[in-house]
């Protein structure tokens, strides 16, 4: 199918009415993705921003022939095409799908995974030894920033909305599901990167470190070790349902149940009975980047506590959720007078814990008021949702609703956003005119216009979802 043509049909934008036709609405949808298939994609693959005047930025300046995968790239994109596809049938967004499964599968590392970017040029910047044999260099698959992750949930329900005919879908799949199997630890725990099966480790119950953390017990290569960070116990565990679902792998399921066997045994113990962001092979909190000191961190412990709330779901066994009520009692007594929880919680004091730069280095502090910019040092709780979830499996009720309500979508939100299409049927943004920079960016100037995969993302999801929930095909 040649995508292109669909540039020429032309539609009206719709007016701004309470219950847009669906003939427009549809019409709208078509138009929109094409044309940011047409502006934003290289092979079927797609960055975080595209400006007007043709620069491409993942997390920093992209190459032209260059594609990103950690969300919201590639994935997040493929995803909503397959959600409009599976809202109007129309198979222009499975054909446009299916491009950036290929994308996917074109960048898949002989280790199996993924890092966070693509590039089609053999002699690029940044390629790596993609399992195609068509790169050379890095083999780091890593589960950091939901990259792995994401790339294989989208490519499990591409293979499945395929009839899992697509031999490079497919193929891709089946290659990396092993090989991420492989990088699990005896006691459950993934590291953040890797290369190949992991050494065989004792296994150990996590406990704090009798020595000085601020100058002891650093591991170089701490991306070997076992890993928390940035969401991996709720992006992993979706991961591996959605294999098992999909597939029926029993190895899938069981590679859940161990790892929330590390949930269990990456506990702190009292009086902080939650979760580090790293682990070392003592299981001690081990640093990681020069900014993230050993501590209890409030971010990740409350994914661990989805995370664990999800296994016992799924495998039937409550010993999963016995850690869930006294992790929330004490963060609830360590939430911040703003009610949000730190990032970090020094280890037996459980004051809070920051990081402040010192020209290039970082230096410990429990002053928050000149915190640097590029992190996240304080987040909004989750607490409440966490503890509805836990009341609803209680219950026997599905926790996903309790975790992360949709927001509702109806005709006049979709009116809404149709209405901010611009003549050529683009979601433009803006950026401000102050000296801010979009996280991960170089500085944008004053005004400059830009496509953004992740609002084409969410408009286009808030329009399928209207369609699927309000006007069946």
């Known amino acids: 199918m040649d995508l292109r043509a669909f540039a020429l049909l032309v539609f009206a934008i719709p007016s701004l009415h309470a219950e847009p036709v669906r003939e427009e609405l549809l019409a709208a949808m078509k138009r929109a993705t094409t044309r940011f298939m047409e502006q934003a994609a290289v092979e079927g693959g797609y960055v975080y921003y595209v400006t007007l005047e043709g620069r491409r930025l993942g997390e ?20 909503a095409f397959l959600d409009a596809f599976a809202a109007t049938g129309d198979p222009f967004y499975f054909e446009a799908a299916t491009q950036a499964g290929h994308a996917l599968a074109y960048g898949q590392l002989e280790s199996g995974g993924w890092r966070n970017s693509i590039d089609f040029d053999p002699s690029g910047p940044r390629v790596d030894r993609y399992r195609d044999g068509k790169g050379k260099g890095k083999n780091l698959s890593t589960l950091d920033d939901d990259i792995s992750q994401a790339a294989l949930r989208f490519l499990m329900r591409l293979d499945e909305a395929g009839g ?3 031999g490079r879908v497919h193929g891709a799949v089946e290659y990396a599901l092993p090989r991420l199997l492989a990088a699990q630890y005896a006691n459950g725990a993934f590291p953040q990167v890797w290369a190949g099966p992991v050494p065989d480790r004792p296994v150990r119950k996590a406990s704090f470190p009798d020595y000085d953390w601020r100058s002891e017990g650093r591991i170089k290569e701490y991306w070997n070790e076992y890993t928390l960070n940035d969401g991996l116990a709720t992006t992993l565990t979706d991961t591996l349902l959605l294999a098992h679902r999909i597939y029926g792998k029993a190895e899938c399921l069981d590679a859940l149940r161990r790892f929330g066997d590390f949930l269990l045994l990456a506990q702190l113990p ?19 980047r020069a900014f993230e000191p050993p501590a209890v961190s409030g971010r990740e412990s409350e994914d661990a506590m ?16 016995a850690p869930i009520v006294p992790a929330v009692k004490y963060l609830e007594s360590s939430l911040l007078p703003d009610g949000q929880l730190a990032r970090y919680y020094e280890m037996k004091t459980n004051r809070p814990l920051y990081t402040k730069r010192n020209g290039k280095a970082y230096e410990l502090t429990h002053d928050d008021s000149d915190l640097p910019g590029h992190y996240g040092w304080k987040n909004p709780s989750r607490l409440e949702w966490i503890k509805s979830a836990y009341r609803a499996h209680l219950a026997g009720r599905p926790i996903e609703e309790a975790l992360a309500p949709p927001p509702p979508v109806d005709g006049a939100e979709v009116a809404k956003r149709l209405a901010a299409l611009d003549a050529e049927g683009r979601w433009i943004s803006v950026h401000g005119g102050d000296d801010t920079r979009l996280v991960g960016q170089p500085k944008f100037a004053s005004g400059e216009r830009y496509l953004s995969s992740a609002v084409f993302v969410e408009n286009l999801g808030a329009l399928s979802s209207f369609l699927a ?3 069946p095909r």
């Open 306 to 321: 989805i995370a664990l709330l999800k296994i016992a779901a799924a495998t039937g066994e409550e010993r999963y959720t």
């Open 164 to 166: 899992f005919k697509d």
């Open 469 to 471: 929930k309000r006007a």
């Open 60 to 79: 920093g300046e992209a190459t032209a022939t260059e594609i990103w995968v950690q969300p919201p790239g590639t994935p997040a994109v493929g995803e």
């Open 270 to 288: 009292d009086p902080q009975p939650a979760w580090a962001q790293q682990y070392g092979p003592d299981m001690h909190p081990i640093w990681a």
